[in-house]
């Protein structure tokens, strides 16, 4: 018998915390061996989230360090920005392999970082040893290595929706715009006016425009792509559902292709990929088809009057958005086949 890989959660008492648990719980070469709170050690986590009375029983732990060091082989955090920027260097010095959820080392640049999550940067260092785990696209480098910084909700979906696109340098990369609404579980378990239900029900509003934090993560991996710099409009929208992130993305070509040429290019990109599918001529996904899974599902039209491409790309921000594809790093970095633990059908209706 195989021993298990102990992982913690730091952050476990959020949204991304607790997808975390619920995926981990079912992963068989996994065992959560420590939830941890910065406000609520000691405590029972089925405490603050009853639907874990007897599933999982334990109590949280603090943050600390030492700790975590005698208790895990790898640690996630499910953290707000600023808090990994600190703490993920302490825990790989410690030895720990470690998966950030957060922005904190998503961004190359310390100045880029600064400007869009007004936080301090991280140590340089850091940020140079930080793999960024787009599973699908920059998964060969997630293998063996120690330090993953997974990607944003938005960022996954927009890019998951672009990247065969820019990789074979088809589209003009000044034409991209993305428009993308989320539910309110993106915006985290913390109580907010935005999230009030009186303000979010029945309603639906664009937010962050030209300021949201993902911008810079998308134009960074389009440019490594594409080879060129890549800057792009991107507006992110609140819808009053939990879960899901649908990006419209609208790009240019830079010579006449068909479309049946681009959905041909997709599926080669993505063959072998279990988690992306791509949908035939004329069927566009929804967010309740990837509810509750790691799938990103993408549609393609291309508007034979304007000549531009509309891209639909859906995926359920808490799984392949945060802690579903944390564990398909988790998979990659370990050496096993990356649906380990993953491989469920959505939640339908
Ligand atoms: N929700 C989503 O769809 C996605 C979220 N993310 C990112 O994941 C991270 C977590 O998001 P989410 O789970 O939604 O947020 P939540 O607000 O739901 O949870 C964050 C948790 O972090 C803990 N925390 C707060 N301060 C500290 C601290 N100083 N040290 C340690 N832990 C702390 C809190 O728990 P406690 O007080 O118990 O410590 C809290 O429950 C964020 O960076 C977010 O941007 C990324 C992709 C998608
Ligand atoms: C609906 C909603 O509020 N979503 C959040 C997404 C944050 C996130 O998931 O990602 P980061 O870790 O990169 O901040 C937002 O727009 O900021």
């Known amino acids: 018998m195989t021993t298990k890989l102990r992982a913690a959660i730091v952050g476990s008492t959020g949204y991304g915390g607790v997808e975390l648990i619920r995926l981990l719980l079912a992963h068989p070469n996994v065992e ?153 579980s993106g915006a985290g378990r913390g109580l907010s006016l935005l999230v009030h239900y009186s303000e979010i029900n029945e309603n639906f509003l664009a937010y962050k425009v030209n300021k949201h934090q993902h911008t810079p993560e998308i134009e960074q991996a389009l440019s490594r792509l594409a080879g060129e710099e890549v800057v792009m409009t991107f507006t992110t929208h609140l819808v009053p559902m939990t879960r899901g992130i649908l990006s419209t993305i609208y790009v240019n070509l830079k010579s006449p292709r068909s479309e049946d040429d681009i959905r041909e290019l997709y599926r080669q990109y993505y063959e072998g990929r279990k988690f992306v599918r791509i949908r035939d001529k004329g069927k566009y996904p929804a967010t309740k088809e990837v509810w509750g899974s790691n799938y990103c599902d993408i549609g393609l039209s291309l508007d034979s009057r304007t000549g531009r491409l509309t891209i639909v790309s859906v995926i359920d921000n808490v799984v392949k958005g945060a802690a579903g594809q944390a564990v398909q790093n988790l998979n990659l970095m370990m050496g096993w086949d990356e649906a380990t633990g993953l491989a469920f059908t959505p939640v339908y209706p």
């Not at 986590?45 to 599933?55: K, T």
């Not at 600023?82 to 922005?103: F, H, Q, R, W, Y």
């Not at 140590?123 to 930080?130: F, G, M, Q, S, T």
């Open 32 to 184: 959560i061996t420590s939830v941890i709170s910065s406000s609520s050690a000691g405590a029972p986590i089925a405490d603050g989230y009853p639907h874990l009375n007897q599933i999982l029983t334990d109590r949280l732990d603090a943050v600390d360090v030492e700790l975590i060091r005698s208790k895990a082989d790898v640690v996630f955090l499910a953290t707000p920005h600023g808090v990994s920027t600190e703490l993920s260097p302490k825990l790989l010095d410690a030895g720990l392999k470690v998966i950030d959820i957060s922005g904190d080392f998503r961004l190359q640049s310390g100045d880029v970082y600064e400007t869009w999550y007004k936080h301090k940067p991280a140590d340089p260092e850091y940020l140079k040893r930080a793999v960024y785990g787009l599973c699908e696209v920059f998964g060969e480098e997630v293998r063996g290595k120690d330090f993953i910084s997974n990607p944003g909700c938005y960022p996954t979906a927009t890019l998951l929706g672009l990247a065969p696109l820019a990789a074979t340098g088809w589209i003009d990369p000044k034409s991209i715009i993305a428009d993308a609404k989320s539910g309110v």
